[in-house]
């Protein structure tokens, strides 16, 4: 796995360590963030029972720089490995802890740097921008990063002229295209998870309850998207559902992000947008790897750790830099 570094090679055996049953696990790693100056970060699409031991639930980007401003030694990050990887480029000094290293990312492994290094010389004369959700090596080979958020804005930043890249999210990548009207080459990648949404089911949903709101992630196919109330990061959609007026909400993401939704709005109805298979809801199998369990034994061992060689943390946080400034420029 890419930028991962195993201490030995009884890793796995010490996240799959079984846990006494009388343990109040929850307590434990409690006890053991104090003991050992940690930080625990949930993305938003962790099971429930994470997401209520973390100190901060959120994006990928917004939780590794929450992390960076924080005082503690360690960042145990609930998430997938190019998450962890991004907080180690931010926070270089702190040790970084994942939970289980087999969590990964479909969309992050449908672009291998070495295949993008060789797309990018095709195109000398253009700007790389890739999205936030991609390993160090593939930030290290571009020119700005951007969130979901910012997508948008950080493109329209650049002038109309400026030719560019755009990796890893064809999706992404065409909603922005549609929002900007720029031409931009696109990487051919997508995530699984928001890739296998049903129209037919959806729209089936939208006749059972007419009062719902369709709202999706631009990781969504176009169709999909097309179909929606709202697009928006992960983030955004839950900030939605807060402001808006309406009492139920169709949501098309990982369906992680529904416990917080119901968190914001216990009063509202939030129903997961089906998927193009016999499943109810669309849950990313990366993301579920990680486990309460996984997270107590992480913390207990100090294992697996995430490391990076300085060379591609220098080069790889470059981009993100440069996205921060414009960001501030722009008042992003």
Partial sequence: MNAVFEKDLQVKGYIDQ???????????????????????????????????????IGDSLGLSQQAAKTDADVIVFAGVHFMAETAKILSPEK?????????????????????????????PDHLVITYVNCTAELKALSDIVCTSTNAVQIVNSLPKDQKIIFG???????????????????????????????RERITKLREEYPNAKFIAHPECEEHILNQADYIGSTSGLLKYTIEDEADTYIVATESGILYQ?????????FIPAPPDNA???????????????????????????????????????????RMLEISAKYGL
């Fill in 95 to 123: 040790k970084v802890l994942l939970p289980d290293l087999k969590a990964g990312c479909s969309l992050s492994d449908s672009c291998p740097p070495h295949l993008f290094a060789k797309f990018k010389e095709k195109y």
């Fill in 261 to 269: 939704m119901e968190k914001a709005s216990p009063s509202k109805r």
């Fill in 168 to 198: 890893p999210d064809k999706n992404l990548g065409k909603y922005i295209i549609k929002q900007t009207g720029k031409d931009m080459v696109l990487w051919n990648g997508a995530c699984m998870v928001h890739e296998i949404f049903s």
């Fill in 18 to 56: 079984v846990i006494d049953p009388t343990v109040d696990i929850t307590e434990e790693i409690k006890r053991l963030k104090k003991e050992k100056n940690a930080v625990i970060l949930a993305h938003y699409y962790q099971e429930s029972n994470i997401q209520d031991v973390a100190d901060y």
């Fill in 279 to 321: 499943c109810s809801c669309n849950d990313c199998p990366y993301m579920k790897l990680n486990t309460l369990e996984k997270l107590y034994n992480c913390m207990y061992y100090d294992l697996p750790e995430v490391s990076l060689d300085e060379e591609l943390i220098r080069q790889a946080r470059k981009p993100i830099e």
